[in-house]
């Protein structure tokens, strides 16, 4: 009994420490990126997925310790896929008491009918999906739409259009939707999803599951969420240098001509961000720039730097 009301606190406590770095991080990326401002209305876009059940608690969290004022209001889009559970968002927002929306348009039976069987259909539907998404943010006043995507899928991004698409292009934590009409954020673009995975858990969301359309994964992605996978195991903190990478980005020294006027360096120019060491020996720092230990690792970090090699 003793045991049991030990490893509850335990576990309570791990929660607690979870629930706060995922409020930092989102509050830093909410700073970092001027995401929200007085009086902003905020549309959360709920899948069902753990993502966005983790990002709404979590704004719903900052919304009564915020320096402005905003207000929330949760959307999810009843695709009509079959199986789908209609009654279990509503059961839950209305359990918490948030306001919210569910919009039912069949895109699945316009998808299924426009797409011939056996191609992909995700393309259609994500279109589809978009445009619902802005037209419902408009009818509902909504001055930003949130996407629950996270740090690891933004790397994700950036690996997939680096190895298939030619460009080095993430998926920004801000940005003007593509009708010009919409600004939307992604305050989970600090999480990683390690966090979000096990607060989720621990929090018993009601997850609907992603696969009900009956497409296939896309296996571009998978590859790529392997491999950081791989790596995240093999090189710890190997994804957060990663991902300060993005964020510390130093056009002089890419191959971009359109990013950085190499055209008109000349004798005389002033040395831009250090100039050329390519001929010196690199000096890298031994801890990868913002690792930070598992909760579950309650060891101190340096215990998991040696085995850290840099060659
Ligand atoms: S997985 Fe299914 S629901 Fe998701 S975008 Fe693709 S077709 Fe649409």
């Known amino acids: 009994m003793q045991e049991n009301q030990s490893v509850n606190k335990k576990e309570q406590y791990n929660l607690n420490k979870l629930q706060k770095r995922l409020r930092r991080n989102v509050g830093e990326a909410i700073a970092d990126f001027n995401m929200i401002e007085e009086g902003d209305r905020i549309m959360v876009c709920l899948s069902g997925g753990k993502d966005s059940y983790t990002m709404l608690e979590i704004l719903r969290n900052l919304q009564q310790s915020a320096p402005v004022n905003f207000s929330l209001i949760a959307v999810n889009l009843d695709q009509k896929q079959p199986g789908f559970p209609e009654h279990v968002l509503p059961q839950y927002l209305e359990s918490i008491g948030v306001e919210y929306k569910i919009v039912e348009e069949n895109t699945y039976g316009i998808v299924k009918d426009k797409i011939p069987e056996g191609k992909t259909t995700c393309s259609l539907c994500s279109r589809l999906r978009r445009g619902i998404l802005y037209r419902t943010a408009t009818e509902l006043g909504c001055t930003k739409i949130a996407l629950g ?163």
């Open 149 to 311: 995507h996270h740090r690891d899928d933004i790397l994700q991004t950036l690996f997939l259009n680096m190895f298939y698409g030619g460009k080095m292009k993430g998926m920004p934590p801000k940005l003007m939707s593509d009708d010009g009409k919409h600004i939307v954020i992604r305050p989970l673009a600090y999480c990683r999803e390690k966090d979000i995975e096990r607060f989720a858990i621990a929090r018993q969301y009601p997850i609907i599951p992603c696969n009900l359309c009956g497409s296939q994964p896309n296996l571009q992605r998978q590859v790529i969420a392997d491999m950081l996978r791989d790596w995240d195991k093999r090189y710890p903190g190997r994804i957060e240098t990663m991902f300060s990478a993005m964020r510390n980005v130093v056009p002089s020294h890419l191959a971009d001509a359109a990013l950085f006027d190499f055209k008109s360096i000349q004798h005389g120019s002033e040395v831009v961000d250090g100039g050329d060491l390519a001929f010196d020996r690199e000096s890298l720092p031994l801890q990868p720039a913002g690792w930070q230990p598992d909760e579950e690792d309650d060891a101190p970090g340096g215990q998991r730097l040696d085995i850290l090699e840099l060659k």
